[in-house]
């Protein structure tokens, strides 16, 4: 494989039978306070569908298409007139492109490319926000995005009525890369790959986690304003999950990946009334554990794999999975991607997770004192034109007003197979949801 595409289907199991977890620090067993009851399992066929009311144009990851493949998705809200509001997404080599609430492009911004012609180009894998942050010339409104192919934060400024387009490029030159120490390991590409934003209300100073591919590291970061009015950053800290897990029976158990490679964290989301992160690590769950990364990680939920040995095949660049120990969750199935925050009226709301593995999304309760309980879930199916999202990597949700299009709020899903697809061409892109009619689905 090349150093900057990696197959969807490698740490994927060919037979997918009904899974499980345990858990606790690498190596520590399973203790029944480590997540919620199973009270709510069943089948994910049950679930409430919603359908999309807009979708972007298609994406393809081919030379054709600008080697762009949807990710994940942003919402900026323009507070002083909702209706031009935007999507900001991005598209993995293809940089990162701009929608207005309709989902027409409205700006489209390369990655930078490679160095050298033996380096990584640019690749942009997450995207989130920092609202009015205090740069030089004000305080502004900027869109983050982590740059896998550089090992580097990008910073873009958000101004609405700008000519040349809403996203103005604000990054320091001179930021360094996040988790490697020259081009050599950069080309490598464990590199800087889910992203988490961050302001912590009791300073005012803004931060971004980030995670590392094919490694189980987080890095808590703060950005910093440069008096040139661009935006570097430096690291604080950094913080590494379990890579193994005791299961219930003894066992030691790793999930099954390329040769070389840990189980990733890519979504993640940042509670900033409790001060907490979630992160979900794609192979294994949900963790929760302080923004500042101090304390414990605690798994909150597992998908269905979890405990579940398997061997991979080079030629088939697969995993065949072995018998299910039934220790997994009943609500995740493998990857867990997307995470998002549902802040409601009151300050309560849901965590909500991509279920890539089975095309459904996952609502959590944010009370930590009731264990981030599970609520329910949904699935976004098609609707006439509109397709629905398979695969789902990233998720985006605002529970604000957006104008008259959305004025119970919006939620923006990637869909990982454009239907109907072009030949052989791999297809993606983003999906428009009416947070309404998911409150609502929910609530009945």
Same mark, same amino acid.
């Given at each position: 494989?090349?150093?900057?595409?990696?197959?969807? %289907?490698?740490?994927?199991?060919?037979?997918?039978?009904?899974?499980?977890?345990?858990?606790?620090?690498?190596? &520590?067993?399973? +203790? =029944?306070?480590?997540?919620?009851?199973?009270? $709510?399992?069943? @089948?994910?066929?049950?679930l409430?569908? &919603?359908?999309?009311?807009?979708?972007?144009?298609?994406?393809?990851?081919?030379?054709?298409?600008? $080697?762009?493949n949807?990710?994940?998705?942003?919402?900026?809200?323009?507070?002083?007139?909702?209706?031009?509001?935007?999507?900001?997404?991005?598209?993995?080599?293809?940089?990162?492109?701009?929608?207005?609430?309709?989902?027409?492009?409205?700006?489209?911004?390369?990655? #930078?490319?490679?160095?050298?012609?033996?380096?990584?180009?640019?690749?942009?894998n997450?995207?989130?926000?920092?609202?009015?942050?205090?740069?030089?010339?004000?305080r502004?409104?900027?869109?983050?995005?982590?740059?896998?192919?550089? /090992?580097?934060?990008?910073?873009?400024?958000?101004?609405?009525?700008?000519?040349?387009?809403?996203?103005?490029?604000?990054?320091?030159?001179?930021?360094?890369?996040?988790f490697?120490?020259?081009?050599?390991?950069?080309?490598?590409?464990?590199?800087?790959?889910?992203?988490?934003?961050?302001?912590?209300?009791?300073?005012?100073?803004?931060?971004?986690?980030?995670?590392?591919?094919?490694?189980?590291?987080?890095?808590?970061?703060?950005?910093?304003?440069?008096?040139?009015?661009?935006?570097?950053?430096? @690291?604080?800290? +950094?913080?590494?999950?379990? %890579?193994?897990?005791?299961?219930?029976?003894?066992?030691?158990?790793?999930? !099954? =990946?390329? #040769?070389g490679?840990?189980?990733?964290v890519?979504?993640?989301?940042?509670?900033?009334?409790?001060?907490?992160?979630?992160?979900?690590?794609? /192979? &294994?769950?949900?963790?929760?554990?302080?923004?500042?990364?101090?304390?414990?990680?605690?798994?909150?939920?597992?998908?269905?794999?979890?405990?579940?040995?398997?061997?991979?095949?080079?030629?088939?660049?697969? !995993? @065949?999975?072995?018998?299910?120990?039934?220790?997994?969750?009943?609500?995740? =199935?493998?990857?867990?991607?997307?995470?998002?925050?549902?802040?409601?009226?009151?300050?309560?709301?849901?965590?909500?997770a991509?279920?890539?593995?089975?095309?459904?999304? =996952?609502?959590?309760?944010?009370?930590?004192? *009731?264990?981030?309980?599970?609520?329910?879930?949904?699935?976004?199916?098609?609707?006439?034109?509109?397709?629905? %999202?398979?695969? !789902?990597?990233?998720?985006?949700?605002?529970?604000?007003?957006?104008?008259?299009?959305?004025?119970?709020?919006?939620?923006?899903?990637?869909?990982?197979?454009?239907?109907?697809?072009?030949?052989?061409?791999?297809a993606?892109?983003?999906?428009?949801? *009416?947070?309404?009619?998911?409150m609502?689905?929910?609530?009945?």
């Amino acid at each position: 494989m090349s150093p900057t595409h990696r197959s969807r %289907s490698v740490a994927r199991y060919r037979p997918v039978p009904a899974l499980a977890v345990a858990l606790g620090t690498a190596l &520590v067993a399973l +203790t =029944a306070a480590t997540g919620p009851a199973d009270a $709510n399992s069943g @089948t994910t066929a049950a679930l409430p569908a &919603v359908t999309p009311k807009a979708q972007t144009p298609a994406l393809f990851d081919d030379e054709a298409g600008g $080697n762009a493949n949807a990710d994940d998705p942003a919402i900026w809200r323009n507070t002083t007139d909702p209706d031009r509001s935007l999507v900001i997404a991005t598209a993995k080599e293809g940089g990162l492109r701009v929608y207005d609430l309709d989902a027409r492009q409205v700006q489209s911004l390369p990655a #930078p490319a490679a160095p050298g012609p033996d380096d990584a180009p640019g690749r942009f894998n997450n995207v989130d926000l920092v609202s009015r942050m205090q740069l030089p010339s004000g305080r502004a409104d900027i869109a983050v995005a982590s740059d896998r192919g550089h /090992d580097k934060l990008r910073f873009y400024r958000i101004d609405r009525d700008r000519p040349g387009g809403p996203l103005t490029d604000i990054t320091d030159p001179d930021a360094p890369a996040v988790f490697s120490t020259g081009q050599d390991e950069i080309n490598e590409q464990r590199t800087a790959y889910g992203l988490a934003t961050w302001t912590d209300p009791a300073t005012g100073r803004s931060y971004a986690l980030v995670s590392r591919r094919n490694r189980t590291g987080v890095a808590l970061l703060e950005l910093t304003a440069t008096p040139r009015g661009t935006v570097g950053y430096r @690291t604080v800290r +950094t913080l590494n999950l379990p %890579s193994s897990f005791r299961l219930p029976n003894g066992s030691s158990w790793t999930p !099954c =990946a390329e #040769p070389g490679e840990l189980p990733q964290v890519e979504g993640m989301v940042v509670d900033p009334a409790a001060g907490m992160l979630y992160a979900g690590q794609e /192979d &294994v769950g949900i963790w929760r554990v302080r923004a500042d990364l101090t304390g414990a990680p605690q798994l909150l939920d597992k998908v269905r794999e979890y405990g579940v040995p398997g061997v991979y095949d080079e030629e088939t660049d697969e !995993c @065949t999975a072995g018998d299910d120990p039934g220790y997994g969750g009943s609500h995740l =199935a493998a990857d867990v991607e997307g995470l998002t925050l549902l802040t409601e009226a009151d300050g309560d709301g849901y965590l909500l997770a991509s279920s890539q593995g089975d095309n459904t999304f =996952a609502l959590y309760d944010r009370e930590i004192a *009731d264990r981030n309980e599970y609520e329910g879930g949904f699935r976004v199916t098609a609707s006439g034109a509109v397709d629905g %999202s398979e695969e !789902c990597d990233g998720a985006a949700v605002l529970n604000a007003p957006l104008g008259r299009r959305y004025p119970r709020g919006l939620l923006v899903v990637q869909d990982g197979h454009v239907t109907p697809a072009e030949g052989e061409r791999e297809a993606t892109g983003f999906k428009f949801v *009416d947070l309404g009619k998911v409150m609502d689905s929910v609530d009945d």
